[in-house]
């Protein structure tokens, strides 16, 4: 079946530096992307997302870029902080009936911020 | 504004009992779609619910079923538990055609 996965299951910055977190999608036919940070013992918490039909998309210290050609995601988080720390979860999307179906998610990245 | 809200936090059942499951949805929200997430795995899709309907459904056997009533709040209902049931359950709420679903804390559901 179609999956999402992750590139590097695990990934240590130094506070202050600049994160990147990469993932691969399989489907060519998702057109829903959206990146989530789950802290121990807590649900899923939105931090972005973007669509099929742009490549770029900015919020608060963090960027989501997609490379539709290579079927590839990433997420950068700027000047990360040691309440980055967590495990980021890419998830892709299949619009259904015009809809937003079920979300794909991959195994996660954990994410730790050296002080 | 209160966020997805789920109950209880916590269950722990025995094989071949019965579980449910309550969420209830992020304000203005009127989708609801139900996740299972094993221990350092991601959320696994076991079906959504919209206008009390189940509109799309994962790879789950019928032991899970589910419910949505007017007021959008949803349950979870599994049957004849398995120790493999034992899992992380996740709820999420979204509005409308697009949006992005939005998730609870889910319950911890283990199986003796």
């Known amino acids: 079946g179609e999956s999402v996965g992750l590139h590097l299951p695990t990934l240590s910055v130094q506070e202050g530096d600049n994160s990147i977190i990469n993932c691969a999608y399989s489907?060519?036919?998702?057109?829903?992307f959206i990146w989530y940070k789950q802290e121990s013992g807590k649900g899923p918490q939105f931090i972005i997302d973007?669509?099929?039909?742009?490549d770029k998309r900015q919020g608060q210290r963090v960027t989501v870029l997609l490379n539709k050609t290579v079927k590839h995601l990433s997420l950068q988080i700027a000047a990360t902080q040691p309440g980055d720390s967590a495990v980021y979860f890419c998830?892709?999307?299949?619009?259904?009936?015009?809809?937003?179906?079920?979300?794909?998610f991959g195994k996660g990245t954990k994410l730790s911020v050296k002080p | 504004d209160a966020g997805v809200t789920q109950s209880p936090t916590h269950l722990i059942k025995t094989r071949g009992q019965q579980v449910t499951l309550r969420c209830s949805p992020k304000?203005?929200?009127?989708?609801v779609s139900w996740y299972q997430q094993a221990l350092g795995q991601g959320p696994q899709f076991i079906f959504q619910?919209?206008?009390?309907?189940e509109r799309q459904r994962g790879n789950f056997p019928d032991r899970f079923s589910g419910h949505q009533f007017p007021n959008y709040s949803s349950e979870l209902n599994v049957n004849a538990l398995l120790l493999g049931d034992s899992a992380l359950y996740l709820c999420?709420?979204?509005w409308g055609r697009g949006e992005a679903q939005h998730f609870g804390d889910g319950t911890r559901l283990s199986i003796l």
């Open positions: 973007i669509r099929s039909n742009m």
């Open positions: 489907n060519s036919a998702s057109d829903y």
């Open positions: 999420a709420s979204s």
């Open positions: 998830a892709e999307n299949m619009s259904y009936g015009g809809s937003q179906g079920n979300l794909i």
């Open positions: 304000s203005g929200h009127d989708t």
């Open positions: 619910y919209y206008e009390e309907e």
